[in-house]
């Protein structure tokens, strides 16, 4: 039998990849931003910065900048070694598409492919071009140089897609990603970042199952309770699949952002320290919106790797600001290694 032997949590926001002395980058889409979330409100730009009293402006110096962008490397580097050293047969990788795969043509709840192979291709340069402000400085560090094929894992993939829908959640099962908002049929950011960032690239990577959580977008995102159940059967599919597997989950996205919110942030990673994931049941979905949604996909994996006795070790925690307002992104970085 398959056992699950090591769970991840990384933050993938785009501060990551960007030289923290171009941060700042990212405020004019900021202050553009008609519905900055926080606490379950939608503020504009001036109205954020009179809530927050413009409490953050000492944290948008360089120095600070500098230091925290050096840690979250760090952290990255350390969730790396983390794969390494757990020589896995297959990864697990829950993420959220921001409609670069999956539109309003076909948005499922929950996905995951089981293609034998999967696209990952470069951005071309007009793609880049009409990416937001401070935007294609991280994300082209998120996909190859060259097209490449990454390997997937279709018998895991199908296994999970079949027993999950006997636990009652009817994933959607893809096994060509469809065109999607670049027409190539790749597989997106959320993903890249874990083969380019914390796998490190290159050709020959480990097999990946991408677990697609439809974490942003109406009419259907799903709520947190459905996210820990869901994480549940994802992991006693991987307890019961009938083959010797050493096998990795990786949760992609979050914390808080667009906006930066230390509370939520903290509330939550102390919760799957402790192994408390009930108290998370009732995560409203006016706060899980925007960026912040992307908590969802730690709470799958967070209950999957609950199965194994597993609570999280947060190896770094830093909420990165951009603006005096708190725009910005709650990076964090954690892991979880069974008895």
């Known amino acids: 039998m398959a056992e699950l032997v ?3 949590g990384t933050s993938h926001g785009p501060m990551l990849n960007t030289p923290p002395e171009q941060w700042g980058a990212r405020r004019p889409a900021d202050e553009a931003n008609p519905a900055l979330i926080f606490r379950g409100e939608a503020h504009t730009y001036p109205e954020l910065a009179q809530v927050r009293g413009n409490a953050f402006a000492d944290q948008c ?3 600070v900048w500098r230091a925290k962008h050096a840690a979250c490397r760090a952290g990255i580097a350390a969730l790396g070694a983390l794969v390494d050293d757990a020589r896995l047969d297959a990864l697990v990788v829950v993420s959220s598409d921001h409609k670069e795969v999956f539109g309003d043509d076909l948005l499922p709840q929950f996905a995951v492919y089981w293609g034998e192979t999967m696209d990952h291709v470069p951005y071309t340069q007009d793609q880049l071009d009409g990416m937001g402000p401070g935007l294609a400085v991280a994300e082209v560090a998120n996909q190859p140089d060259t097209h490449t094929r ?3 894992h279709p018998e895991l993939a199908l296994h999970l897609v079949q027993h999950t ?3 009652g959640f009817d ?4 096994q060509r990603l469809p065109g999607g908002k670049w027409g190539n049929h790749g597989i997106p950011h959320g993903w890249g970042f874990v083969f380019q960032q914390v796998l490190g690239g290159g050709a020959d990577l480990l097999p990946v ?3 697609f959580v439809n974490t942003f977008y109406s009419p259907n995102p799903p709520s947190a309770a459905r996210c820990l159940d869901f994480g549940a059967a994802v992991g006693d599919a991987i307890a019961r699949f009938p ?7 990786v949760a992609s996205g979050g914390l808080s952002h667009m906006v930066v919110d230390e509370e939520l942030d903290r509330t939550t990673l102390d919760a799957f320290a402790a192994g408390d994931h009930e108290s998370l049941r009732d995560l409203p979905d006016a706060v899980l ?3 912040s949604s992307e908590i969802r996909n730690w709470l799958v994996v967070a209950e999957a790797m609950r199965s194994t006795g597993a609570t999280a070790t947060v190896l770094d925690y830093q909420p990165c600001y951009r603006s005096p307002a708190g725009t910005g992104c709650g990076m964090a970085f954690a892991a979880w290694e069974p008895a």
């Open 6 to 8: 090591l769970g991840i």
């Open 61 to 63: 110096r360089d120095d």
């Open 150 to 152: 990454r390997r997937g």
């Open 165 to 167: 829908s006997r636990a």
């Open 171 to 174: 994933p959607a099962a893809s």
């Open 209 to 211: 199952v991408p677990v």
């Open 243 to 249: 083959s010797d597997l050493r096998v990795g989950l």
């Open 289 to 291: 919106r925007s960026g």
